[in-house]
């Protein structure tokens, strides 16, 4: 007798298991199912793709100026670049099937909550764009005490949040959203700014000044950083005349050897002025190819 009960408990408890396995699980009630970063209130009204956003303002790019955008127009892009690797500070890179941009954030660990291929909408009413030595950013203006002027700068995150939506695959607004196809460009120095800058970029066949034992980015003093910076010049291949690999004393891929000929990697394509700055992302971009 005292077995067939056992025996009954036992089956009632496997249905009772069986049962709590097959539940169809709501979300809690109170419980929210949208991303906790950004304005999930947003929602697109005229849309621009980044080469016409920058077409329409760039003699103020051009000029290294900046501009209030006042229009209702949206951005839908791909986060392509952060703070991870600590090699752009406090700024992400967005693009879409025509351009890439930099977004200027006051704020770090943006990469924690903007990962690269996140989908991002963003209300351009209220931002600014310009140019920091001819390169597209969207951002603010603010003060520059040193040169006693306004320029395009970093806006506060409370300020960015308000103007960002994250968009997760598998919603409605990702359907809406659509498939944005982004191309990892053959670097070409010819292109211009608008072309090629705030986008990833393949250098291939290229070496890179200090080749040997050195590190890429020191900072012990032993190569004298420019802004924190080490700029590392790179040659032959599809460098073009005047490009340099910079990366900052704090990135976390700072310590790795600079490789010995010609090699490939990857990064994000910036301009100062005339020349072109290739920044690395995290280490897995200088995973060096010969």
Known sequence: MKTQSFIIALLAGAFALTACQDRDWETPEGISTQPPYGNNELVAGTT????????????????????????????????????????????????????????????????????????????????????????AQLGIKYWNRKYSEYQIGRMEVPFWEKHVRLIMDGSPEAAAFGNIKVDTLDFDASKTMAEQGGRVVRLTGVTISGEGTQIIAPDDGSVPPIGGCINRTVSGGNAGSNCILRSSTYATFKGIAIPTGPVEFYGIATKYRDSWQILARTQSDLTWVK
């Open 48 to 135: 621009i793709t980044i080469a016409e956003l920058q077409a329409k303002y760039a003699n103020t790019i051009k000029s290294n100026e900046y501009k209030e955008i006042t229009e209702d127009l949206w951005l839908r892009c791909v986060v392509t670049g952060n703070d991870i690797g600590d090699n752009l500070y406090k700024q992400i890179t967005v693009q879409d099937e025509t351009g890439g941009i930099i977004i200027g954030i006051n704020g770090s660990d943006q990469g924690a909550r903007m990962l690269v291929n996140q989908k991002l909408l963003i209300r351009l009413q209220d931002l600014f764009i310009g140019g920091y030595g001819e390169q």
